[in-house]
């Protein structure tokens, strides 16, 4: 399965945009990206665990903000795709 990740992340892999991860579970997933890449930790989930008010994450186009829990079930050929809101002015 791929993680697309934003380009504000992106310096922090190496700079790709998008990675194949092995898992069994969108948590699985998201645990493997961070053991990978432990950086992306402080910029994806606050100190509960819980991803960070500006982060967004689907699984397939769902956001993972309705699913009940992110024990769901991965399939060869499924997406993550992770983003991040940004905001500002003049």
């Known amino acids: 399965m791929t993680v697309a990740l934003p380009s504000?992340?992106?310096g922090i892999v190496g700079g790709a945009r998008t990675l194949a991860i092995e898992a069994?579970?969108?948590a699985g997933a998201l645990g493997e990206l961070v053991r990978r890449y432990p950086a992306l930790k402080v910029?994806?989930?606050d100190e509960s665990g819980a991803f960070r008010q500006h982060v967004l994450c689907f699984h397939n186009e769902e956001s993972t903000r309705w699913l009940g829990s992110?024990?769901?079930p991965l399939?060869?050929?499924d997406a993550i795709t992770?983003?991040?809101a940004v905001s500002g002015g003049a």
């Open 24 to 26: 069994d579970t969108l």
């Open 70 to 72: 992110l024990d769901r």
């Open 82 to 84: 992770i983003m991040q």
């Open 43 to 45: 910029h994806l989930f």
């Open 8 to 10: 504000l992340l992106a």
């Open 75 to 77: 399939a060869a050929g």
